[in-house]
């Protein structure tokens, strides 16, 4: 079959343990198949609206068919045929699904938009309180309200709270008179020894032997 107009939708995979190669595409607006062999391509399949899976691809058994009727290979390995067809056909839905993401430069046109004249635009009017330069919003009052308040309590507690330090009970300091020691009666002698404090009408004290005045 002809090869004109042959649009690649995956690279030339080689078939394994031979020198063939498959390449899978499309041939006006149809997969097509094709098989090459060094720069030659040998033959190529244009297939069916029924050969095409629900994927939207041609039904892999289909290609592995046509490449072991059309390859001039004896007891060629089915196996390495169908792996390549799995490559082939994983690359195709791959660019398949790039071209629908990107529309044809041919398929675009130009829209030139209509210039409103300059009186018809309708611009949003400007209501509500505007706030003027220099004025203060509402929560900025509040705010400053608020701080004073605490200002003025911050004092309150400083002002009473150094009222409480200065009325507070001074320390009170007590001393303790000690009883005196008792004296003789009268002019008589008296009876203590002046050393030890012992009663004694002695002339020497019997404790620490000194004289006792009389």
Same mark, same amino acid.
């Given at each position: ?92 839905? *791959? $660019?398949?699904? &790039?071209?629908?993401?990107? /529309? !044809?430069? =041919?398929?675009?046109?130009?829209? @030139? %938009?209509?210039?409103? +004249? ?40 400083? *002002? $009473?709270?150094? &009222?409480?330090?200065?009325? /507070? !009970?001074? =320390?009170?300091?007590?001393?303790? @008179? %000690?009883?005196?020691? +008792? ?32």
């Amino acid at each position: 079959m002809a090869e004109k107009g042959f649009q690649p939708l995956s690279s030339q995979l080689g078939i394994s343990g031979t020198s063939y190669r498959i390449q899978l595409g499309l041939i006006n607006g149809k997969f097509a198949t094709r098989l090459l062999k060094g720069k030659s391509v040998i033959d190529s399949y244009v297939f069916k609206d029924e050969d095409i899976s629900e994927s939207g691809i041609p039904n892999q058994n289909l290609i592995v068919g046509w490449a072991l009727r059309t390859v001039a290979i004896p007891n060629i390995n089915p196996h390495q045929v169908m792996k390549t067809t799995q490559a082939l056909v994983k690359q195709a839905i *791959e $660019k398949k699904e &790039q071209k629908k993401t990107f /529309a !044809p430069i =041919s398929e675009t046109k130009k829209v @030139e %938009l209509e210039k409103v +004249p300059e009186s018809e635009l309708k611009r949003p009017k400007v209501t509500g309180w505007v706030k003027e330069e220099g004025m203060k919003s509402i929560q900025e009052l509040e705010e400053e309200k608020r701080q004073a308040f605490q200002e003025r309590m911050r004092i309150i507690k400083e *002002e $009473k709270r150094a &009222q409480a330090i200065g009325t /507070a !009970p001074s =320390s009170l300091r007590t001393t303790r @008179e %000690l009883p005196a020691i +008792p004296k003789g009666e009268g002019g008589s002698a008296s009876t203590f020894c002046p050393h030890c404090g012992k009663d004694l009408d002695w002339k020497f004290c019997p404790y620490c032997g000194k004289p006792l005045p009389h």
